[in-house]
């Protein structure tokens, strides 16, 4: 079970978070401006977000590929304005990040608790780990969306790596039954392997799709299951972004 301190805490960042929306998601939408990153068809992309998540209550699992240290930023962006990620806390993602990626700096630690973020041992002890799944199982009790990166770590591979993931998605599936899953494959037109970020003046590739995982297997064999079910989602919408939205391969 959480402890009574992490349940205040993730609270209390839950609440200074949605208070400085406003203040930060202008900061977000400069910084992407700057970079020349853009979203053909925004509005398309955000209306086919709400049509795909659903607008039923309870929580949501947001499963993404991952290339660049801002992949969960830009996803951000695609699917919420400032005022919608005020207005419907839903649309807020919480993110996994590395913890050593937001150790790094001071400003990188401010801005990853303004942004929802929780982070996260890789190759933890069974013990954090479990603390970790117990926050998340906590948020999504509360009907929260949580942004995931099932591969565990940017592909090293230049594509979804189907051999050599996680399976710590399919244990939070586990966790909560019932909850929505939505699969997410956003890439830049021009990207062509892993890195720190996209190139300037990328022009980003949103692919979304609904997905229902489940298996009859219990335990470390059926989060296995469920993971692969989801890792390989991801590698679909991948081919169908190479073959039909000028993905570079």
């Not at 973020?117 to 009907?143: F, M, N, Q, W």
């Not at 993931?165 to 586990?174: C, K």
């Not at 890195?195 to 590739?205: C, H, K, L, M």
């Not at 390989?232 to 972004?241: G, N, P, S, T």
């Amino acid at each position: 079970m959480l402890s009574k301190r992490d349940r205040v805490g993730l609270r209390v960042q839950e609440a200074v978070s949605h208070a400085m929306v406003l203040l930060t998601y202008p900061w977000l939408w400069a910084w992407m401006r700057w970079r020349g990153y853009r979203i053909p068809g925004l509005s398309r992309v955000r209306a086919e977000f709400e049509a795909q998540a659903g607008r039923e209550p309870g929580p949501l699992l947001v499963c993404a590929n991952h290339m660049t240290l801002v992949d969960s930023l830009v996803i951000q962006w695609a699917f919420g304005s400032a005022w919608r990620l005020l207005l419907v806390p839903r649309a807020f993602f919480w993110n996994l990040p590395d913890r050593a990626n937001l150790s790094r700096r001071t400003w990188i630690r401010v801005l990853g608790y303004v942004g929802k973020c929780i982070p996260v041992v890789r190759k933890a002890s069974p013990e954090e780990t479990r603390r970790t799944l117990d926050k998340i199982g906590y948020l999504h009790g509360r009907g929260q969306s949580i942004l995931v990166f099932p591969e565990g770590g940017r592909s090293r591979i230049g594509r979804v790596d189907t051999e050599n993931f996680s399976y710590g998605v399919g244990r939070m599936i586990q966790d909560t039954p019932g909850i929505r899953v939505l699969a997410v494959f956003a890439r830049g037109a021009g990207q062509h392997e892993f890195s720190d970020y996209p190139r300037d003046g990328e022009r980003f590739v949103i692919r979304l799709r609904r997905l229902a995982p489940v298996t009859s297997s219990a335990g470390m064999r059926g989060a296995r299951d469920l993971a692969t079910q989801i890792v390989h989602a991801l590698r679909d919408m991948e081919v169908e972004a190479f073959e039909t939205a000028g993905v570079d391969r």
